[in-house]
Structure formats: structure tokens, C-alpha cells
């Protein structure tokens, strides 16, 4: 086989790796756009590549690893006669972001994996792994041909509330020839690899003390949605998710999650802007959510509101209404997010609505050292780093790292 990493090897967030085997089959991994971080879209970028969005396709398959827009937001550039594989539940929340937040974006995925083996050509099996990261059902992939095996990492970390999972998951996976691993941690020191346990107990602890608590995360990390609810329901708040949320967390048919449909106190807000959306979206997306919308789910003045920047209308209307009065933000996010202007100007304005409060608490979506340290149970002969701005400092925690620059052909 031959490895290239067409981008990645020194940037977090879309990378671009591309598999031949010796038959000459090819397969790329994960098809993201350029971030600072995931989650957010800085720009909208089409990287041209010669037989996978232009051209005579070159690419039997493209596969995905998770619904974060470093990985997946260039699908749909792909050529039409090139398969995708997305997992089932990861293309249901990407299909949702995309609808809430690109402007009802083209889907073109054809095809979809789940805990199954894809085989490409008779000649590449790709197994994925389903993995803890702060991006539901994120997988690992196993690649195997001519007798060799490559362990994708994509995003991934141990701290979250699948991570119990994760030292069985490499033990299933076994020895491997190579790997490709994110390295997200070696470039962010001032990141926090708090469990997701002890963040729930911080959040009880705050959720205490406040009786109007606004949180402002992404809608994407189940994890966290499933912490801030246990926290509200042992406070006694209402847990008020905000319409996408709610569309996010109802569409994961997963009834231990805290959605409207499933949990009596888990309700929706709708804001007036939604109003003016077409009929068709409406129709699909809001009109389900209108009987869980109640006013009485903020009425007591005890709850829970998962925010967005652009909700600033609907906190002034409840201030005006008289409903914040004991009041903190808790801010989930990374830290750098801080820096957007959109941001920086929301934390400025919700103050003027009494709430002044604004409590950090979030860790980390991606391994930290502790964990990427595992991976030298598999035994790799070659490990690359990608998804990192630090690559040389992979060395100093996994055996036989190899310091490779995008586009540059390693063989196995
Ligand atoms: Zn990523
Ligand atoms: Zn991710």
C-alpha cells in the first residue's frame, strides 16, 4: 500500500488522506474543510482535486470518519460517480447542519456504513470502529489490502463518555502496521482533558447557585447536552433546547439522550425569526417541535437555555418578561472561539440583559497525550501524525513516528 497525505500534516482540521493499494485501488479519508477548530466554518474553499472533484474519477471510495466540517464539509464537491460512506447517524446530524446553518446544502452521499466491513474493488476492506470525541458516532477506521493494516485515528479521545470503551476498542483492533493519528493536543497546551463526569459535577455545582442558567455550546456534542441535562434535572430546571439542538438531539433515536420527544421535562425554544422560514422548512423541521415549545417551561424562572449568538431577541424577550433574575452563562466552547467577532460582541450585549455571570466550562473534544499514548499497544511499525501544528512532538510519546509533509508518498 501507499500512503499520501494530500493535506493535514501541518494544520488541525482538514485534512486529506489518500490510500493505493498495490492493485492500484484508491481510497480517500475524510473530506473537511480548513479550521481554526472544529465546528466552525471560516471559509468555503473547493481544493480541486484531479479525479475526485475534477476530472475522470481516479477514487473508488471517499470515506468519513465524523460529522465535524473539517472532515465531511467537502463532500459534496466529490464527483457524482464516486461513493461516500458516512455513518448512518453522522450524516443525519451533518444533513441537519447543513440545513440550519449552510443554507440547505446538497447532500450527494450515496452510500453509508455502520460497525460493517466496506469492501472497495475486492481489494481494500475498510472497518470503522465507533470511537468517544465530542462528535456523535465519530469512527476510527481500519484499512486492510495486501496483507497489511493502517489504523485512521480521525478524532478521537478517552476522557469523553464513550471512553471507557476506548482500551477495548484498540484490543479489537490488534496490532497494526500503520497509523495515522490526530495530534490535536500536541498544539493546544492550554487545553483541558477534564473528564466528562467531573464536568457534570462542576455543573451541578453552578446549576446550584443560578436559577436561570444559558449555555452556549455546540449542538453536535451529545456528551455535553447529556451532562447540562443531568444537572438540570437534579436542580429541579426546566431544560430548554434551542430548535436545532432539538432537531439534533431528536433525530438520534436514542431515547438515554435528553430530547423533547422522549423526556417530559425537555422542552424546545423557537425563535421568532423561524417565522419567516419557507413552508417546506417549517413543515419539517419546526411544526413537530411546536407542542414542546410551551411558555410554561420558563415560566417558574428555573431553567435551562441552550443559546446561540444569534439569540440575543429571545433573551432580551424573556428579560423584559421578568424571567432572568438569578442568571449566569455558562460558556462550553473552545476558548478561541472567544476571539470571533460575533461572539465577542454576544458576551458583551447579554450582560445588558442581567447576565453577567459568565462561567467557562468545557474540555477537550481530542485525546490527550495520556491517551494517544495507548496507541502504542497496537505495535505500528509507522505512525504519522496528522491534525496537529506540532507533529515533531509526537515522538516523544509514540514508538516509530514518522515526520512526513503533505503530499508525500510513504510506502508499506
Ligand atoms: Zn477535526
Ligand atoms: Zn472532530
Redesign the pocket.
Known amino acids: 500500500m501507499e500512503v499520501r497525505i494530500i493535506k493535514g500534516t501541518n494544520q ?2 482538514g ?1 486529506i488522506t489518500e490510500i493505493t493499494s498495490n492493485k492500484g485501488t484508491k481510497i480517500i479519508i475524510d473530506f ?1 474543510e480548513d479550521l481554526p477548530d ?1 465546528n466552525v466554518i471560516t471559509k468555503k474553499e473547493n481544493p480541486n482535486i484531479d479525479g475526485l472533484t475534477i476530472g475522470k474519477k481516479k477514487y473508488d471510495a471517499v470515506f468519513i470518519t465524523h460529522s ?1 466540517g ?2 465531511i464539509g467537502l463532500i459534496n464537491y466529490i464527483l457524482d460517480d464516486i461513493p461516500v460512506y458516512v455513518e448512518p447517524v453522522s450524516k443525519r446530524i451533518y444533513k441537519l447542519l447543513s440545513v440550519f446553518t449552510y443554507k440547505n446544502m446538497r447532500l450527494k452521499t450515496k452510500n453509508m456504513f455502520f460497525k460493517e466491513k466496506i469492501l472497495v474493488n475486492n481489494d481494500i476492506v475498510v472497518t470503522p470502529y465507533i470511537v468517544d470525541h465530542s462528535s456523535y458516532n465519530s469512527a476510527m477506521l481500519l484499512i486492510e489490502a495486501d496483507g497489511k493494516r493502517i489504523l485512521h485515528t480521525g ?1 478521537f479521545r478517552s476522557h469523553g463518555l464513550k471512553g471507557d470503551e476506548f482500551i477495548p476498542t484498540l484490543k479489537e483492533i490488534n496490532n497494526v502496521d500503520m497509523i495515522i493519528t ?1 495530534g ?1 493536543c500536541l498544539s493546544k497546551d492550554e487545553e483541558k482533558f477534564e473528564t466528562e463526569e467531573h464536568l457534570q459535577e462542576r455543573a451541578l455545582e453552578i446549576f446550584k447557585k443560578y436559577d436561570q442558567i444559558f449555555i452556549l455550546q455546540s449542538s453536535t456534542n451529545i456528551d455535553r447536552i447529556k451532562s447540562f441535562y443531568e444537572a438540570s434535572k437534579a436542580t429541579a430546571k426546566n431544560f430548554i433546547e434551542d430548535i436545532f439542538t432539538a432537531n439534533i438531539t431528536s433525530s438520534l433515536n436514542n431515547p438515554s439522550l435528553p430530547n423533547p420527544i422522549d423526556y417530559s421535562d425537555v422542552y424546545v425554544w423557537i425563535p421568532t425569526k423561524y417565522k419567516k422560514k419557507s413552508f417546506k422548512f417549517k413543515k419539517k423541521y419546526v411544526l413537530p417541535f411546536y407542542k414542546y415549545s410551551k411558555q410554561k417551561s420558563y415560566e417558574n424562572n428555573k431553567y435551562v437555555l441552550m443559546v446561540k449568538t444569534t439569540m440575543l431577541e429571545a433573551i432580551e424577550k424573556l428579560y423584559d418578561k421578568n424571567h432572568i433574575k438569578n442568571a449566569c452563562l455558562i460558556y462550553s466552547m473552545w476558548n478561541g472561539y472567544k476571539e470571533n467577532e460575533d461572539m465577542k460582541s454576544f458576551l458583551e450585549e447579554i450582560k445588558k440583559f442581567g447576565i453577567n455571570d459568565i462561567i467557562d466550562l468545557h474540555t477537550s473534544g481530542h485525546a490527550s497525550k495520556k491517551t494517544i499514548e495507548l496507541l502504542n499497544s497496537l505495535n505500528a511499525k509507522k505512525v504519522i501524525p496528522i ?1 496537529t501544528t506540532n507533529k515533531e512532538a509526537l515522538k516523544d510519546i509514540l514508538n516509530n513516528v514518522i515526520i512526513v509533509d503533505d503530499k508525500e508518498v510513504i510506502k508499506l
Open positions: 488541525i482540521g485534512c473537511g472544529d465535524h473539517d472532515h478524532d490526530e490535536t491534525h
